[in-house]
């Protein structure tokens, strides 16, 4: 596990509590790259630190950050991303994707520092709704990637915490989670394929955006939520559709006229991992 260690306030203004997890870095859930997507399109002084998955609740509880959420069971639940903001006294600590994006946005208003508003006044309301409209299309990316990410993790503790933890929350093992061939496999690439007409057909109802944005015409949180979705798909290479289908972002950037790989162009400069 990398340490996690005190800010340099000369520096740094803001630290990110990530998962070491993937030989490549650019490799991550959506919740990681929403936050990482804020702070790039921000410009946003940040570093991060990165966490093994079974050290991330002993890490969180060391550094006093909250639990992100409580799962069925009642049970505190801790996940990546966190941030811990160091430009204020005490620190600032938050969890929880969407409070982190607000938060953000509010704290780093754009200006001639900072990049602009995510969520433009009267927007968050609408742009959370828009977003659990199509929440969707995570469920059946994820029945098509979790499967095969123990296979990319280069840390051996995190591999075998990953692999026994989805046993527990599935019920079978990852190595028969939504196999080669299988039905439960074509039901999900269905699923996902409807929900992304779904999504387009909504892109299209905000004239304003001609499109390419969900509210106006300029990116906005909801914007990014789903461009985090598609790195997901994009950088987590999957060996269960056949040869031609290296990743799932293979078959999306295709779909509904190769509207997402022009979707995904005005996020290309913002996909750095500091």
């Known amino acids: 596990m990398a340490p996690v260690v005190s800010p340099d306030e000369n520096l740094l203004d803001l630290s990110v509590v990530d998962f070491e997890m993937l030989v490549r870095f650019d490799v991550a859930v959506p919740g990681v790259w929403n936050l990482r997507l804020i702070l790039n399109y921000k410009c946003i002084p940040y570093r991060t630190e990165w966490v093994s998955f079974p050290d991330i609740e002993a890490t969180f509880k060391s550094l006093g950050i909250k639990e992100s959420g409580t799962n069925p069971t009642g049970q505190k639940h801790y996940t990546c991303p966190a ?15 969407n409070v982190v994006a607000t938060y953000l946005d509010d704290k780093y208003a754009s200006g001639e520092q900072y990049g602009p508003r995510l969520f433009p ?9 828009f977003l659990a409209r199509f929440r969707k299309i995570h469920r059946p990316l994820a029945d098509l990637l979790v499967g095969c990410i123990p296979a990319l993790l280069e840390d051996p503790r995190g591999a075998t ?110 996909l750095q991992v500091v």
């Not at 941030?83 to 994707?97: A, C, G, N, R």
């Not at 293979?250 to 400069?269: P, Q, T, V």
């Open 161 to 270: 915490y990953y692999t026994e933890t989805r046993l527990v929350k599935y019920g079978r093992p990852l190595s028969d989670f939504f196999s080669a061939g299988s039905a439960e496999r074509a039901a999900a690439w269905d699923a996902l394929r409807k929900g992304l007409d779904d999504l387009a057909i909504a892109y299209d109802e905000n004239e304003e955006g001609r499109g390419e944005f969900a509210f106006g015409k300029a990116v906005t949180y909801a914007d990014i939520v789903i461009a985090a979705a598609f790195l997901w798909a994009r950088y987590n290479p999957v060996d269960r559709d056949g040869p031609g289908v290296k990743c799932v972002w293979d078959e999306i950037k295709m779909w509904n006229g190769g509207r997402w790989e022009r979707f995904m162009g005005k996020f290309e400069s913002h």
């Open 121 to 129: 006044e009267g927007t968050v309301d609408a742009q959370f709704a």
């Open 83 to 97: 941030i811990i903001d160091y430009t204020v006294m005490p620190e600032v600590k938050v969890t929880d994707s």
